[in-house]
């Protein structure tokens, strides 16, 4: 059934989006709106009906209302796919394009030059470079696309340059922790900066990097099918040449992969960018259907947990699983908030987020406790001190959360203190993401 004020909180919040309306713009345009649909049911439409040609016509008068009727339109789907703009923007379009499959191109062409060293996409120190090859042109797209300072992106590259430097004069002793270490945290380190390039100058602004969160957490959901719908591809390509018994040389596979996996991001982020207004209709749809989920998940494990009387501390896969899964956990709260109308009052998917919160600080209190039993029993080590430090991270934000999630249903915050919060916390996984990075492998004398 057709919500008529649900619909036109939603238009309304959509124009707040822009940085060219002020609120009283937009309450002037919402009353404008509301009009123009009363004067339209008096003669005899429907709500609906009234809203969506009271949204057109608003159209004319304001882009942003223009760009919202096309997407609450039954061309929804097509719009995914299909540009409706006029030439100059299409062209504009084909342009961003090109930009995307050049740097795409680029990116795989750099990464087969370490296999003229000898160095594979099996080696860690491959793994370990691998954002070295595909985030610079990111980088550059979004000061391309966004118009950023040429200072700021410069910045980015040569912040790149002295990190890719200084990682591989780092030497790499038996039993090469470190070095897997920082295979694994460096691309969220240099994400991180990446996102800096998306903001601009705005950087600090927590609006914008709520932006930036949200364009991860499309990206991965987009990123995820894309990269699917390659993966069977490769493997049809492979088995239809098998049918007529010619067996495609691993080589000739592993070069697909590498300029397919790189096309597949670069499309990624260009299809967000582009279908930014769209797409984020999706998350809190998205956010509805996933976090009962993940919250049945959690408590189903806890349960089994305690019944089994499993101890995390004697398995070490165990406790990866642990964190990993609260990575997860505060992953999926982090775009249920990101997802949220913060205009509305607080709803029943609101208390979900929040029992989400308090199940993930139950299991990041067993895994700390673990932690700490296996420190004291086997002693220091890269692996542990790592999780150690994640885990302290991932537990004050869950705290804080649930903290000023309670301090919004008591009317003592906005909820948008809140997102102020999780945006400054950023910063912090930045910092221990570098001293993982950069500073263990001196620590622990690079082994």
Do not use: C
């Not at 937009?26 to 439409?45: M, S, T």
């Not at 098998?242 to 597949?264: D, H, M, P, R, V």
């Amino acid at each position: 059934m057709f919500d008529l004020e649900s619909n036109i909180n939603t238009w309304s919040n959509h124009l707040r989006l822009s940085e060219d309306l002020k609120e009283e713009d937009v309450v002037e345009l919402e009353d404008h709106l509301r009009e123009e649909i009363d004067n339209l049911v008096e003669r005899g439409l429907s709500e609906d009906e009234a809203f969506l040609i009271s949204v057109k016509r608003l159209g004319s008068i304001n882009n942003l209302s223009q760009e919202y009727s096309k997407i609450n339109t039954e061309t929804l789907w097509k719009q995914l796919l299909v540009d409706f703009g006029d030439e100059d923007e299409n062209r504009k379009n084909y342009r961003d394009l090109l930009i995307v499959l050049l740097f795409a191109l680029l990116a795989g062409t750099v990464a087969r030059i370490p296999y003229l060293f000898g160095v594979t996409i099996q080696d860690i120190a491959y793994f370990k470079n691998l954002s070295f090859y595909i985030l610079p042109f990111a980088v550059l797209y979004f000061g391309i696309k966004h118009k950023v300072d040429k200072k700021i992106i410069g910045t980015i590259i040569g912040v790149f340059a002295l990190t890719a430097f200084i990682i591989n004069m780092y030497p790499s002793y038996d039993p090469y922790h470190t070095e897997a270490l920082t295979a694994i945290h460096l691309p969220l380190m240099l994400w991180l900066i990446t996102g800096i390039a998306y903001m601009g100058k705005k950087w600090r602004d927590y609006k914008e990097r709520m932006n930036f969160i949200r364009l991860t957490g499309e990206s991965i959901i987009y990123g995820s099918l894309i990269i699917l719908g390659a993966m069977v591809l490769i493997m049809f390509t492979a088995m239809i040449f098998e049918t007529i018994s010619l067996n495609i040389k691993e080589e000739i596979i592993t070069t697909i992969a590498i300029y397919g996996g790189f096309t597949a991001f670069m499309i990624t982020i260009y299809l967000v960018e582009k279908k930014k207004s769209i797409v984020e209709n999706f998350a809190p749809i998205l956010a509805k259907i996933f976090s009962p989920l993940f919250l049945i998940t959690m408590l189903i494990f806890i349960i089994s947990m305690i019944v089994t009387g499993k101890n995390p501390a004697e398995d070490r896969n165990f406790l990866i699983t642990f964190d990993l899964m609260l990575v997860l956990v505060l992953g999926l709260v982090i775009y249920t908030i990101s997802a949220r109308d913060i205009y509305k009052k607080s709803n029943i998917f609101d208390y979900l987020n929040v029992a989400l919160i308090v199940s993930a600080i139950l299991v990041d209190g067993v895994a700390l406790a673990a932690i700490i039993s296996r420190l004291s029993e086997y002693g220091m080590s890269p692996n542990k001190l790592a999780a150690f430090g994640e885990n302290i991270l991932l537990l004050i934000n869950l705290v804080g959360l649930l903290w000023l999630y309670l301090k919004y249903f008591k009317g003592k915050i906005k909820f948008e203190k809140i997102e102020i919060f999780q945006t400054a916390y950023l910063t912090y996984y930045a910092l221990w993401l570098a001293i993982v990075v950069f500073v263990f492998p001196i620590i622990f004398r690079f082994k």
